[in-house]
């Protein structure tokens, strides 16, 4: 797990939905940051997942811990930055924040637990790798299982500063990932699709077949398949149960 702290500073549970979930132009505060700390918090964390909707490799989640004291302008949310924006702000954060950890669950995971089961794990195992520990956590649409109060919020990733840096730090770092992967299957394009179910990679798809990093628990790359290779989850886990509460949501 990467993790890292920032330099030192100078001196009942819900799902909170937004009236208006499709609007990516949420103005990004840290209202819920600023509101957990009148309740007593001190330590919180913002944590977030991407690559949920990928073919390939793993499902990568960050948790960062923002310093109020150092504040980062331009948090918003990973999707709507582009590549250059992404990173300068990945290091920004990564320096100013007062703790960052990434965790992942690769796609042997993926196939055995569901992807949605897997983004949870690797959202639980970004906070268990940070280097100091929250008392309260500022989830993207999920609940993890770690004794910790936490708070989900619908598309958090755009209205909450703490999970628009998480979300921020796992893109950039799961992007480096699929361009390293990139030179050990060029024939997939990983670099420009990252892995997700683009035409361009679902041709090569067709033609190369899946490589064992592949999610094989996705009907696309099944069906790419000759030979079958999954049999289900484990624990035979329903076809509903990979998109109950928010989990339909879509790729990061």
């Known amino acids: 797990m990467a993790q890292g702290r920032g330099e030192p500073a100078r001196n009942p549970r819900r799902v909170v939905r937004s009236s208006a979930t499709s609007d990516r132009s ?19 964390a913002g944590v ?8 390939f490799g793993p499902v990568f989640a960050a948790a960062v811990v923002l310093n109020p004291e150092r504040p980062i302008r331009g948090l ?38 569901n992807i949605y089961q897997a983004s949870r794990l690797a ?9 100091l520990r929250p008392d309260y956590l500022l989830i993207d649409a999920l609940k993890i ?12 990733d755009a209205r909450c500063r703490a999970i628009a840096a998480a979300s921020i730090v796992a893109k950039v770092l799961r992007d480096a990932c699929m361009d390293r992967w990139q030179r050990v299957f060029p024939v997939y394009n990983l670099t420009s699709n990252k892995g997700y179910s683009t035409p ?14 592949h999610r094989f628990s996705f009907e696309p790359v099944r069906m790419s398949c000759r030979e079958t290779w999954w049999n289900g989850y484990r624990g035979e ?3 509903q149960d990979l998109f109950s509460g928010t989990a339909d949501r879509g790729a990061a």
């Open 26 to 44: 949420i103005r990004c505060v840290s209202t819920y940051e600023n509101l957990a700390r009148e309740r007593g918090y001190a330590c919180i």
């Open 48 to 55: 977030d997942e991407v690559g949920r909707g990928s073919l």
């Open 76 to 113: 918003k949310d990973s999707k709507v930055l582009d590549a250059c924006e992404r990173a300068d702000l990945a290091t920004e954060i990564q320096r100013k924040c007062l703790g960052w950890a990434v965790g992942a669950a690769d796609a042997f995971e993926i196939d055995q637990i």
């Open 123 to 131: 959202m639980r195992r970004a906070v268990e790798a940070l280097p």
């Open 145 to 156: 299982d770690v004794p910790i109060a936490q708070e989900p919020l619908i598309d958090g």
């Open 200 to 213: 361009d990679h679902r041709k090569a798809l067709q033609e190369h077949g899946p490589t064992a990093l």
């Open 237 to 239: 886990a329903a076809q």
